[in-house]
């Protein structure tokens, strides 16, 4: 197997992984900012402070509780066992759950800004109007913050592609089941190969500036809202 | 231009009544024993409803509460003699218009109109049709607009046409008229009192400017610190209002009752009439698009003339004959109240005037003003 095959497999993994996160990480991830923004109980900042946690702790620290608790000698790691017929270490879904976490922030944190700033009020003119709370949600909430949707996507998209610590602790570095590019391009560096590390980084640096430079250019109204 | 309101086939569940009762003092349900209840009755067939009050006197809570829109309601609220204490918003027959239901700026204005009447579960009890609502607000250059691009004004007239076209009976108007300018305030006033009195809706109208509540409203209601302290009939209301401290510029309200329309003039000509009881005494000002057989004229106080004799010889086309009850020397002006026909009309003149006329109370004397 040629260094050349071996990176386009891990570039494919990559992109499937962030795909994969990003398409869970809406479907848990407004229901979450929806409750947040109107809960207003006594869990509130604990809440919002867990959400915003994976942003501030060190990937290797979230790599290794992930580790331990999903050691197949653990509860939790028997019973993923049971479901999955896997092991969650060193597996494609492993890395999965783990990026899903990490990248949680950045995609709630937009949606929840947007849900704050026009959440409410919307919904509360909707209904004076006599629009029902579904057909409200549908046709005026989840369009009015589209632009905070894509801008949630994207951050989310280009994050979980920028992943290093959090996958090796989890997935370790097998080839086109959990080496990813950034782990790939670790490889070629230890081999001292910095020809195929240049081409590697590059094609992140690239992939990564495009899709904020899109996101900027199709979504001006984000701006504001990528602030933390 | 010319509109037709073709209220006919617009046919509302018409609102003819709101009751509440807020419970003040304290918010706490099982401190029962120092919590007040205040009831209130809103008739509102055909009527505009007034409400007034300093800032902060809870007069957008109030509204709120009975569109339904606060959580922790602090009132019981009837419309029609149905309970709607607890019902949502959406079921809820009165529609809130004020800052707090902005017009959807992700859309254009058009947008916002049509999903309204897609949307709502309203729409079926009348039918104001979208082209009909874009006339009466006055929004055909701009409705194909961004809703985010257009001025405070604009904004205000969209979301009236929108809660106009929600279908739902009643709209609780707050300050919605406030950044408009004086000429479009008063069309868009006398077309809501005309889908008023057509049955098509009803209004309750929160506002800071006397001048718009004497002008549109039929009874009025004051609030201070979140309680009702006085209701009545605007036109007695009002005068008390004018003497205290929130004046904002002196004028009087007359009642008059529609006598023909003089078109090659473009004037109406009414007769002075209060509570049903004509006067032969004319009053003449310019035509309006949809005169009402009795209405209001509001006359700022610095327009009035006053004279000695009837005047035949000037341009001033209003000469109503009074008697002075009250000489109020102010600063620099001098307030002077006529009673005209059981009226009340207020003139400001100078110092040097009142000198000049040797004026008293119980003096017969004539007020002039201008029709237009």
């Given at each position: 197997?040629?260094?050349?095959?071996?990176?386009?497999?891990?570039?494919?993994?990559?992109?499937?992984?962030?795909?994969?996160?990003?398409?869970?990480?809406?479907?848990?991830?407004?229901?979450?900012?929806?409750?947040?923004?109107?809960?207003?109980?006594?869990?509130?900042?604990?809440?919002?402070?867990?959400?915003?946690?994976?942003?501030?702790?060190?990937?290797?620290?979230?790599?290794?509780?992930?580790?331990?608790?999903?050691?197949?000698?653990?509860?939790?790691?028997?019973?993923?066992?049971?479901?999955?017929?896997?092991?969650?270490?060193?597996?494609?879904?492993?890395?999965?759950?783990?990026?899903?976490?990490?990248?949680?922030?950045?995609?709630?944190?937009?949606?929840?800004?947007?849900f704050r700033q026009q959440g409410q009020q919307l919904m509360q003119t909707a209904q004076t109007l006599g629009i029902g709370k579904y057909s409200a949600i549908i046709n005026l909430l989840l369009p009015a913050i589209k632009p905070s949707m894509i801008s949630a996507a994207t951050l989310g998209f280009a994050h979980t592609l920028g992943e290093f610590g959090l996958i090796l602790m989890i997935g370790g570095n097998i080839p086109g089941e959990t080496q990813v590019v950034s782990i790939a391009l670790f490889n070629h560096v230890e081999m001292l190969d910095y020809a195929q590390a240049h081409s590697l980084a590059a094609l992140l640096l690239v992939l990564s500036m495009l899709s904020l430079t899109l996101l900027y250019k199709y979504n001006a109204s984000a701006r504001p809202r990528l602030g933390w | 231009?010319?509109?037709?309101?073709?209220?006919?086939?617009?046919?509302?569940?018409?609102?003819?009544?709101?009751?509440?009762?807020?419970?003040?003092?304290?918010?706490?349900?099982?401190?029962?024993?120092?919590?007040?209840?205040?009831?209130?009755?809103?008739?509102?067939?055909?009527?505009?409803?007034?409400?007034?009050?300093?800032?902060?006197?809870?007069?957008?809570?109030?509204?709120?509460?009975?569109?339904?829109?606060?959580d922790a309601q602090s009132i019981a609220l009837q419309i029609n003699g149905k309970d709607y204490t607890k019902a949502p918003a959406q079921d809820n027959p009165c529609c809130y218009v004020g800052a707090d239901s902005p017009l959807f700026v992700h859309l254009s204005l058009r947008d916002n109109l049509l999903l309204t009447c897609k949307l709502s579960t309203w729409r079926s009890l009348h039918t104001l049709g979208i082209e009909q609502v874009i006339a009466l607000c006055e929004l055909e250059e701009f409705?194909?607009?961004?809703?985010?691009?257009?001025?405070?004004?604009?904004?205000?007239?969209?979301?009236?046409?929108?809660?106009?076209?929600?279908?739902?009976?009643?709209?609780?108007?707050?300050?919605?008229?406030?950044?408009?300018?004086?000429?479009?305030?008063?069309?868009?006033?006398?077309?809501?009192?005309?889908?008023?009195?057509?049955?098509?809706?009803?209004?309750?109208m929160v506002s800071h400017s006397l001048r718009e509540l004497a002008s549109c409203t039929d009874t009025l209601m004051q609030l201070k610190q979140g309680e009702v302290v006085a209701q009545n009939k605007t036109a007695s209301m009002i005068s008390d209002m004018l003497s205290g401290d929130n004046v904002e510029s002196r004028f009087s309200v007359l009642e008059i009752s529609f006598k023909k329309t003089e078109a090659e003039f473009f004037l109406d000509c009414f007769v002075l009439s209060k509570a049903g009881h004509c006067s032969e005494q004319f009053v003449y000002i310019k035509s309006s698009e949809f005169p009402q057989q009795t209405q209001k004229v509001l006359i700022q106080a610095q327009s009035v003339v006053l004279s000695k004799q009837a005047d035949h010889d000037s341009s001033m086309l209003n000469c109503l004959r009074g008697i002075i009850v009250g000489i109020d020397k102010q600063h620099d002006y001098v307030e002077v109240s006529l009673n005209v026909e059981h009226q009340t009309l207020i003139a400001h003149i100078s110092h040097k005037s009142l000198l000049q006329m040797q004026l008293s109370i119980g003096d017969p004397i004539f007020s002039l003003f201008k029709a237009i």
């Open positions: 197997m040629s260094l050349f095959q071996i990176d386009w497999q891990a570039l494919i993994l990559t992109l499937k992984l962030a795909l994969f996160t990003v398409i869970i990480l809406f479907i848990i991830g407004l229901p979450i900012a929806w409750f947040l923004s109107r809960y207003t109980g006594r869990l509130q900042s604990f809440c919002e402070a867990l959400i915003i946690l994976p942003l501030v702790l060190p990937p290797t620290v979230l790599g290794f509780y992930l580790l331990i608790a999903f050691s197949p000698d653990t509860w939790l790691g028997q019973a993923w066992l049971g479901v999955t017929g896997q092991q969650f270490v060193f597996s494609f879904a492993g890395i999965l759950v783990g990026s899903v976490i990490y990248s949680l922030p950045f995609v709630v944190q937009p949606l929840l800004q947007a | 231009m010319t509109m037709s309101i073709n209220s006919e086939h617009a046919k509302a569940v018409q609102v003819q009544n709101i009751a509440f009762s807020i419970k003040c003092g304290s918010e706490q349900e099982h401190v029962s024993s120092t919590t007040q209840v205040k009831s209130c009755n809103w008739p509102l067939a055909d009527e505009i409803i007034g409400v007034n009050g300093p800032s902060g006197a809870g007069k957008t809570t109030l509204l709120k509460q009975i569109a339904g829109l606060l409705v194909e607009r961004s809703a985010s691009l257009l001025s405070e004004g604009e904004k205000q007239r969209g979301q009236i046409a929108r809660a106009l076209l929600s279908g739902k009976p009643v709209l609780l108007l707050d300050e919605a008229l406030s950044a408009m300018d004086w000429p479009l305030r008063a069309r868009m006033h006398k077309r809501l009192l005309k889908l008023c009195r057509d049955g098509v809706i009803s209004i309750v």
